[in-house]
């Protein structure tokens, strides 16, 4: 069996066609225009002779023969903006014509489904489809609307601009090359425009294409690995064998970027010229930023060592980053949150306004900080204006003390110079914004624009990219919400590219796998290639299926998925030269693992390894044949600790010198955590504090319940102090997360039930939207929307929750609401924290804040209740295992405090299933027994110093990065060792039970 593959006849042909016909007007047509000129631009330099002949598409054929027309009767071409924006005035034309009440059965109108209903409908319009042809529905409607609205604007998209083309003819004698197999993949309006070209004086002339494996039989000499672009016509190149082929495994895509420039920066006598590279990409989207990052390790401008064939994505310059920011700004109301954030980033250049020599940014975020929370323009106006006011006022009264340059006067007066230039730039970037539309908010991201003094190529042509787009978007007339409008614009800035550039002399070159080996460069790398990006996800049209795209005769979106695994081979078929073929060895963003595809498969196979190589071949060779992806000589930046963090699992393949301080800690500790010992990376610290020896150690139920559930987890919250980052995600239709919907919960039921004590006539759904509303004041909510839904869910809350409370009201009497102990609150009834023992006769300091506190109607004894708004957790006889011992420790407390006995208690869950449900715990001796129990291995435990990691559902831990990969091994060790006595049996059993 020898591997290889057949030439790809392409050029090859190409050259053929066009030496036949010499003088003839010529188009050679491909899927798209940059591929076509590609082509033609890679047989003029194999040829090194002059190519006569005019790459284009189908869609610039059209808009070529349509162009005159148009402009003859003042029409012109749709943007894509516009053409999108048509398309929403359609979908809300027909909504506000339903009667009321009843909705557009298309689902909600966001930004994405307005672009997924903007590509149906181009779908559409190029197969011919008429809106007759789709029968009844939203879909029709929406569609019907759009043709009229189409009539009335005075332009043309792009099916109408092929429509117009078909009046149009080519020079008589023209030829039309067409790229192998591109007729059969035309459809409607596309083949009806090449076959009137065709009837009206042109010729139809096909490139050779041949079927492309990679694997088969050839009897004679060894064939090449892979096949180069045929140019046998070259003599030099007809006797040079095919490519060789490589792959390597990183940890990481930045890993693999870092090992490509490695590979060319090597010394000099070896060195790979830059202008004999390309670089394939099938994930542009991850890795044309890396290239762009790493390149700017070696050049002051990274474009000076790269050029890139699609260009670069706008969002990662400052520019495209500080209008993202400002936009979200303006969709949240001018909340000061997020301004300060966008203060805080740097990209705002505020030296624009404030002049160099004033307040850099961080001092204005620093002003607006001190200011405190607000949101909308006229609350946002009047406390930025009562700042100044009252800065003036400290400068002027400290303007005769002390002697020149004293610090309080010094200091007054730059609180008063900062406080005037954060009003001055408030004012600045909110000019014409109280009233938020298309234009007044492109206005306001054009002034924002005009802040920049570009400092790179890149920033200065990002710069006028957006301007250009945003000159587009204050075209949009839809009505609508501020936040859809903010989401727009936001969609639209991040689809800006910018620095497109043709293969140039002295550059490496980054292209897309489609347009791969068409320079014919000697070397090329094809980074990205596992299974997650090649051959990827299938996604449907969400207005139109498959089936029904058949039936229409439209291109499927299945065989646009299958095309890609068509397009990865073909592009391997023309390369030339030594192929280089990687994968990354996981995601560090997802903490996950990458497996090679099928294509690296293949490369393997053809590289070196066995022709029936598999998956498990690979992994076998992981463990030394992978080249290093780090400079030998390179120190470690700080992105290689944290991907070396992540995957230091897999550090046999890593070369590492083990005098870095910092990775051979970390290596230590795994070391430690794959050891027999119990240790202190597996969560034993030495002997700590003994909850029921220090009665200045206080717990709350809370931390209790943390300790019982997963020591480790307490060991890094509450011992080491560590905090996760919160989210700074902004999303127009999210509120609050899940702990600010329990507080907001919290807060209405203790309302509701206090209302209820005192005698008044309440209306739980009603008292539930007050408190919300009240809620609201303090933390705004991203959309009005976003209130909507969250107000759903708490009436649906406060409806099960007054359920409850009725039910419980026939035999219980509630005395005590939110009842504080041990607390620090100004003029609380019981400051001072409760005893409560942990059995032996020992006990622990307590405090914490109970629910609800009942009596009985008839008879003696109390209860206590704690409000859940998660999901129902059982308790069962041993009270979750100990996460769920409030109901234990409150009792405790009230008898403690109130001299009531506790006979009853438990949970009172409000989960969104719409049915009241009650929790009752074991508080008779028994359960008591339990409960004291499990408190005494807490105490024991803790004061040993052992926070091991448990079994239990590790799902919404903020630690669990840190803690999974060891949580098994330690959990063996706890279970075969006697660490702290009686806390070693409880927790064995407790690892039995969970």
Same mark, same amino acid.
């Given at each position: 069996?020898?591997?290889?593959?057949?030439?790809?006849?392409?050029?090859e042909?190409?050259?053929?066609?066009?030496?036949?016909?010499?003088?003839?007007?010529?188009?050679?047509?491909?899927?798209?225009?940059?591929?076509?000129?590609?082509?033609?631009?890679?047989?003029?330099?194999?040829?090194?002779?002059?190519?006569?002949?005019?790459?284009?598409?189908?869609?610039?054929?059209?808009?070529?023969?349509?162009?005159?027309?148009?402009?003859?009767?003042?029409?012109?071409?749709?943007?894509?903006?516009?053409?999108?924006?048509?398309?929403?005035?359609a979908?809300?034309?027909?909504?506000?014509?339903?009667?009321?009440?009843?909705?557009?059965?298309?689902?909600?109108?966001?930004?994405?489904?307005?672009?997924?209903?903007?590509?149906?409908?181009?779908?559409?319009?190029?197969?011919?489809?008429?809106?007759?042809?789709?029968?009844?529905?939203?879909?029709?409607?929406?569609?019907?609307?759009?043709?009229?609205?189409?009539?009335?604007?005075?332009?043309?998209?792009?099916?109408?601009?092929?429509?117009?083309?078909?009046?149009?003819?080519?020079?008589?004698?023209?030829?039309?090359?067409?790229?192998?197999?591109?007729?059969?993949?035309?459809?409607?309006?596309?083949?009806?425009?090449?076959?009137?070209?065709l009837?009206?004086?042109?010729?139809?002339?096909?490139?050779?294409?041949?079927?492309?494996?990679?694997?088969?039989?050839?009897?004679?000499?060894?064939?090449?690995?892979?096949?180069?672009?045929?140019?046998?016509?070259?003599?030099?190149?007809?006797?040079?064998?095919?490519?060789?082929?490589?792959?390597?495994?990183?940890?990481?895509?930045?890993?693999?970027?870092?090992?490509?420039f490695?590979?060319?920066?090597?010394?000099?006598?070896?060195?790979?010229?830059?202008?004999?590279?390309?670089?394939?990409?099938?994930?542009?989207?991850?890795?044309?930023?890396?290239v762009?990052?790493?390149?700017?390790?070696?050049?002051?401008?990274?474009?000076?060592?790269?050029?890139?064939?699609?260009?670069?994505?706008?969002?990662?310059?400052?520019?495209?980053?500080?209008?993202?920011?400002?936009?979200?700004?303006?969709?949240?109301?001018?909340?000061?949150?997020?301004?300060?954030?966008?203060?805080?980033?740097?990209?705002?250049?505020?030296?624009?306004?404030?002049?160099?020599?004033?307040?850099?940014?961080?001092?204005?975020?620093?002003?607006?900080?001190?200011?405190g929370?607000?949101?909308?323009?006229?609350?946002?106006?009047?406390?930025?204006?009562?700042?100044?006011?009252?800065?003036?006022?400290?400068?002027?009264?400290?303007?005769?003390?002390?002697?020149?340059?004293?610090?309080?006067? =010094?200091?007054?007066?730059?609180?008063?110079?900062?406080?005037?230039? !954060?009003?001055?730039?408030?004012?600045?970037?909110?000019?014409?914004?109280?009233?938020?539309s298309?234009?007044?908010?492109?206005?306001?991201?054009?002034?924002?624009?005009?802040?920049?003094?570009?400092v790179?190529?890149?920033?200065?042509?990002?710069?006028?990219?957006?301007?250009?787009?945003?000159?587009a978007?204050?075209?949009?007339?839809?009505?609508?919400?501020?936040?859809?409008?903010?989401?727009?614009?936001?969609?639209?800035?991040?689809?800006?590219?910018?620095?497109?550039s043709?293969?140039?002399?002295?550059?490496?070159?980054?292209?897309?796998?489609?347009?791969?080996?068409?320079?014919?460069?000697?070397?090329?790398?094809?980074?990205?290639?596992?299974?997650?990006r090649?051959?990827?996800?299938?996604?449907?049209?969400?207005?139109?299926?498959?089936?029904?795209?058949?039936?229409?005769?439209?291109?499927?979106?299945r065989?646009?998925f299958d095309?890609?695994?068509?397009?990865?081979?073909?592009?391997?078929?023309?390369?030339?030269?030594?192929?280089?073929?990687?994968?990354?060895?996981?995601?560090?963003?997802?903490?996950?693992?990458?497996?090679?595809?099928?294509v690296?498969?293949?490369?393997?196979?053809?590289?070196?390894?066995?022709?029936?190589?598999?998956y498990?071949?690979?992994?076998?060779?992981?463990?030394?044949?992978?080249?290093?992806?780090l400079?030998?000589?390179?120190a470690?930046?700080?992105?290689?600790?944290?991907?070396?963090?992540?995957?230091?699992?897999?550090?046999?393949?890593?070369?590492? =010198?083990?005098?870095?301080?910092?990775?051979?800690?970390?290596?230590?500790?795994?070391?430690?955590?794959?050891?027999?010992?119990?240790?202190?990376?597996?969560?034993?610290?030495g002997?700590?504090?003994?909850?029921?020896?220090?009665?200045?150690?206080?717990?709350?139920?809370?931390?209790?319940?943390?300790?019982?559930?997963?020591?480790?987890?307490?060991?890094?919250?509450?011992?080491?102090?560590?905090?996760?980052?919160?989210?700074?995600?902004?999303?127009?239709?999210?509120? !609050?997360?899940?702990?600010?919907?329990?507080?907001?919960?919290?807060?209405?039921?203790?309302?509701?039930?206090?209302?209820?004590?005192?005698?008044?006539?309440?209306?739980?759904?009603?008292?539930g939207?007050?408190?919300?509303?009240?809620?609201?004041?303090?933390?705004?909510?991203?959309?009005?929307?976003?209130f909507?839904?969250?107000m759903?869910?708490?009436?649906?809350?406060?409806?099960?929750?007054?359920?409850?409370?009725?039910?419980?009201?026939?035999?219980?009497?509630?005395?005590?609401?939110?009842m504080?102990?041990?607390?620090?609150?100004?003029?609380?009834?019981?400051?001072?924290?409760?005893?409560?023992?942990?059995?032996?006769?020992?006990?622990?300091?307590?405090?914490?804040?109970?629910?609800r506190?009942?009596v009985?109607?008839?008879?003696?004894?109390?209860?206590?209740w704690?409000?859940?708004?998660?999901?129902?957790?059982?308790?069962?006889?041993?009270?979750?295992?100990?996460?769920?011992?409030?109901?234990?420790?409150?009792?405790?407390?009230?008898?403690?405090?109130?001299?009531?006995?506790?006979?009853?208690?438990?949970?009172?869950?409000?989960?969104?299933?719409?049915?009241?449900?009650?929790?009752?715990?074991?508080?008779g001796?028994?359960?008591?027994?339990?409960?004291?129990?499990?408190?005494?291995?807490?105490?024991?435990?803790?004061?040993?110093?052992?926070?091991?990691?448990?079994?239990?559902?590790?799902?919404?831990?903020?630690?669990?990065?840190?803690?999974?990969?060891?949580?098994?091994?330690?959990?063996?060790?706890?279970?075969?060792?006697?660490?702290?006595?009686?806390?070693?049996?409880?927790?064995?059993?407790?690892?039995?039970?969970?």
């Amino acid at each position: 069996m020898a591997a290889g593959i057949k030439m790809n006849k392409v050029l090859e042909s190409l050259d053929a066609v066009l030496a036949e016909y010499p003088w003839q007007a010529k188009y050679v047509v491909f899927p798209s225009p940059r591929q076509a000129d590609t082509a033609l631009r890679a047989l003029a330099r194999m040829t090194r002779g002059w190519v006569n002949a005019h790459g284009t598409s189908v869609s610039r054929l059209a808009l070529m023969l349509a162009e005159p027309a148009l402009s003859s009767k003042g029409c012109t071409a749709l943007s894509p903006v516009m053409f999108e924006d048509l398309v929403e005035r359609a979908w809300t034309s027909i909504d506000d014509r339903k009667e009321k009440g009843v909705a557009l059965s298309l689902g909600p109108r966001t930004p994405g489904a307005v672009s997924a209903l903007a590509r149906t409908i181009t779908d559409l319009r190029i197969g011919g489809v008429t809106p007759g042809d789709l029968g009844k529905g939203a879909l029709r409607d929406v569609y019907d609307e759009y043709m009229r609205l189409l009539a009335e604007s005075r332009a043309a998209d792009r099916a109408l601009v092929f429509e117009t083309a078909l009046k149009g003819s080519l020079t008589r004698g023209t030829k039309l090359v067409l790229a192998g197999g591109l007729y059969d993949t035309l459809t409607g309006l596309e083949r009806g425009l090449v076959d009137h070209l065709l009837k009206h004086g042109s010729e139809r002339l096909d490139l050779d294409r041949e079927k492309i494996s990679l694997a088969g039989e050839e009897p004679g000499p060894p064939a090449p690995r892979l096949a180069w672009i045929g140019a046998a016509h070259i003599a030099d190149a007809a006797k040079r064998a095919g490519p060789e082929v490589e792959v390597f495994e990183a940890a990481s895509p930045f890993c693999e970027v870092r090992e490509i420039f490695r590979r060319l920066l090597k010394p000099e006598r070896s060195r790979t010229p830059f202008e004999d590279v390309e670089v394939a990409l099938m994930d542009e989207e991850t890795y044309v930023p890396l290239v762009y990052e790493v390149g700017g390790q070696f050049a002051k401008d990274p474009l000076d060592l790269v050029s890139f064939e699609h260009g670069i994505h706008a969002r990662h310059t400052r520019p495209a980053r500080c209008l993202r920011k400002f936009v979200e700004w303006v969709g949240s109301d001018f909340d000061a949150a997020v301004l300060h954030s966008l203060l805080s980033s740097g990209d705002l250049p505020v030296e624009a306004i404030a002049g160099d020599g004033g307040p850099f940014a961080y001092r204005l975020a620093r002003v607006l900080r001190n200011i405190g929370a607000f949101r909308g323009l006229s609350q946002g106006r009047e406390r930025i204006a009562r700042e100044v006011e009252a800065a003036a006022q400290e400068a002027a009264g400290t303007a005769g003390a002390g002697a020149e340059g004293d610090p309080p006067r =010094a200091g007054a007066r730059s609180r008063s110079d900062n406080a005037q230039a !954060l009003a001055t730039l408030f004012a600045r970037l909110t000019s014409g914004l109280d009233s938020v539309s298309a234009a007044t908010l492109g206005r306001a991201c054009l002034q924002v624009l005009s802040l920049f003094r570009p400092v790179s190529n890149l920033e200065g042509a990002a710069v006028r990219a957006l301007r250009s787009e945003i000159e587009a978007l204050c075209e949009i007339e839809t009505k609508t919400e501020a936040a859809a409008l903010v989401a727009r614009f936001a969609d639209a800035m991040d689809s800006v590219r910018v620095s497109q550039s043709h293969p140039s002399p002295g550059r490496i070159h980054v292209t897309n796998l489609a347009s791969a080996g068409l320079d014919a460069r000697p070397l090329t790398f094809v980074p990205g290639m596992d299974d997650g990006r090649y051959p990827g996800t299938f996604l449907q049209d969400p207005f139109m299926r498959d089936h029904l795209r058949k039936r229409l005769n439209l291109r499927t979106r299945r065989s646009a998925f299958d095309e890609r695994g068509i397009e990865a081979r073909a592009a391997l078929a023309r390369l030339r030269g030594c192929v280089v073929v990687s994968w990354p060895g996981g995601d560090p963003a997802a903490g996950a693992e990458c497996f090679p595809s099928r294509v690296a498969l293949d490369c393997y196979r053809l590289g070196g390894g066995a022709p029936d190589a598999s998956y498990s071949d690979i992994g076998t060779a992981r463990g030394g044949a992978w080249p290093s992806y780090l400079p030998e000589s390179a120190a470690l930046s700080p992105a290689d600790e944290v991907v070396l963090g992540v995957f230091a699992e897999s550090r046999k393949r890593i070369r590492l =010198a083990r005098g870095e301080p910092r990775i051979a800690r970390g290596l230590d500790a795994l070391a430690a955590r794959a050891g027999a010992g119990f240790t202190e990376f597996d969560g034993d610290i030495g002997p700590y504090r003994d909850p029921c020896a220090d009665p200045d150690y206080v717990l709350s139920a809370s931390r209790i319940q943390t300790l019982a559930r997963c020591p480790m987890r307490y060991l890094f919250g509450n011992v080491l102090g560590i905090r996760p980052e919160g989210d700074l995600e902004f999303s127009p239709l999210e509120w !609050l997360d899940q702990l600010g919907h329990g507080e907001l919960l919290h807060m209405a039921f203790q309302r509701y039930g206090a209302e209820v004590i005192a005698g008044k006539t309440s209306d739980a759904k009603k008292t539930g939207r007050r408190v919300a509303r009240e809620y609201a004041e303090r933390h705004p909510p991203p959309s009005q929307m976003a209130f909507e839904i969250e107000m759903a869910r708490v009436d649906e809350a406060m409806d099960v929750f007054a359920r409850t409370w009725a039910r419980l009201s026939k035999e219980w009497k509630p005395v005590e609401l939110e009842m504080e102990f041990g607390m620090s609150t100004r003029g609380a009834r019981f400051p001072v924290p409760v005893k409560v023992p942990a059995g032996g006769g020992r006990f622990l300091m307590l405090r914490g804040r109970i629910d609800r506190v009942d009596v009985r109607r008839e008879g003696r004894g109390a209860a206590v209740w704690d409000y859940k708004t998660g999901a129902f957790r059982d308790p069962g006889k041993n009270f979750g295992a100990g996460s769920l011992l409030q109901p234990f420790l409150y009792a405790c407390a009230v008898e403690a405090l109130l001299g009531q006995g506790v006979s009853a208690g438990g949970f009172l869950y409000t989960g969104r299933d719409g049915q009241p449900v009650e929790a009752e715990v074991d508080l008779g001796p028994e359960g008591r027994k339990v409960a004291e129990e499990i408190l005494s291995c807490v105490c024991a435990t803790t004061a040993a110093g052992h926070f091991p990691p448990t079994g239990g559902d590790c799902t919404y831990c903020d630690y669990k990065a840190a803690c999974v990969p060891g949580r098994s091994a330690a959990i063996e060790k706890v279970r075969g060792s006697a660490f702290s006595g009686m806390g070693a049996m409880i927790f064995g059993k407790k690892f039995d039970e969970t």
